[in-house]
């Protein structure tokens, strides 16, 4: 059953409208309406990761009319398995464009009366009840089959007839037609394993050759890899040079160090893709220039000699755009975007550009260029603040009462196993140390060996190094465990008060790694968020995955709303990214446009190196010069 439907402009009109349930006609006319979360978060953030979009336990359907400017949506119980809404909403658009031609002379901006939409109610109520009907019958048909397999499934099978003789048992044989009866049967035995040896031998052939020798001595040559070149032993005595190679010890490293600002802030520095040529990192704009086939090829090459077609005063189509949309898909998949974020991406540019008219050739270049830049942007561009420290200073300077005492920022870093989360963790708590703040560490990772000596070496090593020259930073960073095998929301509620009594700014919760399917685990998890509150959860997850980081990421938010939801009714979600080993992908950078596509919250930082000053934060627009670079 459905809850709601509606039909609205771009611009905010909304044209028509029905709610059939009281309850859904109290929610949609509420700011916490699922069909205005939609218009909010996911078609102006252009965030829109599934075929379908959910809220609070209901799931949104819609479709555009570009050229008219209108939005259908649909809005049902997320626990319905509704199959007929994508027929409904298509439907819907053919059926509302042709009984009112009037909307291509109406112009929002001069208002709508009442009556410009009369008799569509009975339209959609006998639209809505045929497409019911039929679902009905379909249902039907589908198991009154499913019955008749199921008593043919029951009786016993018979025989192959094929294989017996077609004569009556009955009848009279003689000792020559017995013998012709067996042969045959023989024969048709034979045959069957001789197909089945046959596809086997081929098969063994087909690997021979893949794994057989080379044939020439380039191809010998080009199956060579290279190879680590070794380390020089000897008795020499080692020079001071050949010493400072061989020292892995530094903690810092000077040249990546942060910079002061004005009023004393320590910042990192930017993550810096490298110095290009606007129109190097520009691939589709030169992909489009006029003399395309004199540029090298690349993944986009071929945009241009697709969109000399389109030149002309004309209006794109779909199928003008087709194979221009699957290049650039192409292109988004070799950057490390995820498949279904690519086809998303792609999609919400083809929805801008179908029924546009293009002019010129520069005019249709302008367009493509245009639509990926923005639509790369809208989607990388956070919606919550990515200055962390100001969230932490906010918190800290709110006045309190004289019986309360100050509670300190705690942050909580969950991920999969083996990604980085302690290692990054103490990164965080270098940047906090150098802007003068204390900072408690929770070793709330009980389960993995090494977890707590892991931390305590790094804690031991944090304070070691001093705040702008300063000796050492002794005090200004502490440890909290309570050893192995105990209960992680526990130790971190403990850390927290501990926290609050001994004056620390901020905790840092380290969690142990998890996968994203584990039930028991997220639970776990889940818990730990619900008995602590956290002001921010951050999700720490490698720059190498690619269609992984949309399922780690999308489960892990799924998972802590719905068990913290289940705890207490108020669900709480991943707040930030963490993205390791981003040294390692030069400019293959998609995961970072995945992981914001799923849940459209920032990457507050990215992690560079070894040393406690390798951390980085991104900067929009060069992210998205390097999704587009060549």
Same mark, same amino acid.
């Given at each position: 059953m459905l809850d709601h439907c509606s039909i609205s402009h771009k611009g905010g009109v909304v044209l028509w409208s029905r709610s059939f349930t009281p309850e859904a006609s109290h929610i949609t006319s509420s700011a916490a309406s699922p069909v205005n979360s939609l218009i909010r978060e996911a078609l102006i953030e252009g965030r829109t990761t599934e075929e379908k979009y959910e809220k609070d336990g209901y799931a949104v359907r819609w479709t555009f009319v570009n050229d008219l400017e209108l939005i259908f949506v649909v809005a049902y119980q997320r626990i319905l398995q509704l199959t007929y809404v994508e027929d409904l909403l298509t439907a819907m658009?053919?059926?509302?464009?042709?009984?009112?031609?009037?909307?291509?002379?109406?112009?929002?901006?001069?208002?709508?009366?009442?009556?410009?939409?009369?008799?569509?109610?009975?339209?959609?109520?006998?639209?809505?009840?045929?497409i019911e009907e039929k679902v009905a019958q379909d249902r039907k048909s589908r198991y009154r089959s499913v019955v008749q397999v199921e008593k043919q499934a029951s009786s016993p099978p018979s025989d192959d007839l094929e294989t017996l003789p077609s004569e009556s048992p009955d009848a009279p044989q003689d000792e020559q037609q017995i013998a012709r009866n067996v042969q045959a049967l023989k024969a048709r035995l034979r045959g069957r394993g001789g197909r089945r040896g046959g596809r086997g031998t081929s098969r063994v052939e087909s690997g021979n050759g893949r794994d057989g020798a080379p044939t020439s001595d380039n191809e010998s040559t080009?199956?060579?890899?290279?190879?680590?070149?070794?380390?020089?032993?000897?008795?020499?005595?080692?020079?001071?040079?050949d010493m400072a190679s061989l020292d892995f010890s530094s903690l810092i490293d000077e040249a990546s160090m942060g910079m002061r600002t004005k009023d004393g802030l320590y910042?990192?520095?930017?993550?810096d893709f490298g110095a290009k040529d606007d129109e190097t990192n520009d691939v589709i704009a030169r992909a489009l220039r006029s003399d395309v086939s004199k540029q090298p090829t690349s993944s986009l090459g071929s945009l241009g000699s697709l969109f000399a077609r389109l030149t002309g005063s004309k209006v794109l189509t779909e199928e003008d755009l087709k194979p221009v949309l699957e290049g650039m898909k192409q292109h988004l998949m070799k950057k490390n975007v995820a498949k279904a974020i690519a086809d998303k991406v792609c999609e919400g540019v083809g929805e801008n550009l179908v029924g546009k008219k293009v002019g010129s050739f520069q005019t249709t270049s302008n367009a493509v260029r245009t639509a990926l830049s923005t639509s790369l942007t809208r989607i990388l561009t956070p919606k919550t603040s990515t200055d962390l420290l100001l969230t932490i200073r906010t918190k800290l300077t709110s006045p309190v009462t004289s019986s309360q005492q100050r509670i300190p920022y705690s942050i909580v870093f969950v991920g999969v196993n083996g990604v980085g989360k302690s290692t990054n963790l103490s990164k965080v708590c270098f940047w906090l140390i150098q802007n003068g703040l204390r900072v408690l560490i929770a070793a709330c990772d009980t389960f993995r060996s090494g977890a707590v000596e892991q931390l305590r070496v790094h804690v031991r090593n944090l304070s070691m190094l001093g705040v702008d020259g300063a000796t050492n930073s002794k005090g200004r960073?502490?440890?909290?465990?309570?050893?192995?095998?105990?209960? +992680? /929301?526990?130790?971190? &509620?403990?850390?927290i008060a501990h926290a609050k009594d001994n004056d620390f700014d901020v905790v840092l919760i380290d969690t142990a790694g998890r996968m994203q399917d584990n039930e028991p685990l997220m639970r776990a998890l889940a818990k730990l968020v619900t008995v602590n509150s956290p002001d921010k959860i951050i999700f720490v997850g490698e720059a190498l995955v690619g269609n992984e980081a949309v399922d780690q990421l999308t489960k892990f938010d799924r998972a802590l709303r719905d068990f913290s +939801? /289940?705890?207490?009714? &108020?669900?709480?979600?991943?707040?930030?990214m963490l993205i390791t080993k981003w040294d390692t992908v030069d400019d293959k950078v998609g995961a970072a446009l995945s992981m914001t596509y799923v849940t459209g919250q920032p990457i507050i930082f990215v992690g560079c190196g070894q040393t406690?000053?390798?951390l980085r934060q991104l900067r929009v627009s060069n992210v998205v010069q390097a999704i587009l670079s060549d």
């Open positions: 658009k053919a059926l509302f464009i042709k009984l009112c031609p009037r909307l291509r002379a109406i112009r929002l901006s001069l208002g709508i009366s009442s009556r410009t939409f009369e008799g569509w109610d009975k339209v959609f109520d006998k639209l809505l009840k045929g080009k199956l060579k890899t290279k190879t680590k070149s070794g380390r020089k032993w000897g008795d020499e005595t080692p020079s001071e040079s910042e990192v520095k930017d993550w960073v502490e440890l909290y465990e309570k050893g192995y095998g105990k209960d +992680a /929301a526990g130790i971190a &509620k403990e850390a +939801a /289940a705890s207490t009714g &108020k669900s709480r979600g991943i707040d930030g406690y000053t390798d």
